[in-house]
């Protein structure tokens, strides 16, 4: 699942930020809270989890939105306002990447699923691992490697 061809490469709806990841993703997810669903104006938001070191800016200069911290960032073009990545600075510091913003998206289907207890009737993607809420520190580790397995 996680077998991208490296380096993975994105950009914005307007093209003004562009960024690339030079390690596999880690997570694949779908988040179906009340927030994401505000924030992606969409049923849920999809994240591809890279570690921070691996992923860097190659143009332009992300602006914070969203929720703004403590324990995690928003981030967006500062031009057209996308919704391009999440920084969880609390978790080892990794980037959440919305992987519909990747130059070829269609490799990366959601892993897990998170807070389905506020998801839409209909919403139902093709998670292998579901949670009410969102899995436990225990829990994730278990998942990172079924993940890793899963390739
Ligand atoms: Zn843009
Ligand atoms: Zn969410």
Redesign the pocket.
């Known amino acids: 699942m996680n077998d991208a061809p490296l380096p993975v490469t994105g950009a914005c709806r307007c093209g003004q930020t562009t960024f690339e990841v030079s390690a596999p993703a880690v997570m694949t997810s779908a988040?179906?809270?009340?927030?994401?669903?505000r924030m992606s104006a969409s049923a849920?938001?999809l994240s591809a989890m890279f570690p921070a070191t691996a992923f860097r800016i190659t143009k332009g200069s992300p602006v914070k939105g969203g929720s703004q911290g403590p324990d995690l960032d928003h981030f967006f073009c500062p031009s057209c306002k996308t919704w391009m990545f999440t920084r969880i600075v609390a978790w080892n510091d990794v980037i959440n990447l919305r992987p519909t913003l990747f130059d070829d998206p269609r490799w990366c289907r959601p892993f897990m699923e998170?807070?389905t207890r506020e998801k839409l009737p209909w919403a139902e993607p093709p998670a292998e691992h579901s949670f009410a809420g969102y899995p436990t520190a225990g829990e994730f580790e278990m998942l990172l490697a079924a993940f890793a397995r899963s390739v």
């Not at 988040?31 to 669903?37: A, E, K, M, V, Y």
């Open positions: 988040c179906h809270c009340r927030g994401c669903q849920f938001s998170t807070m």
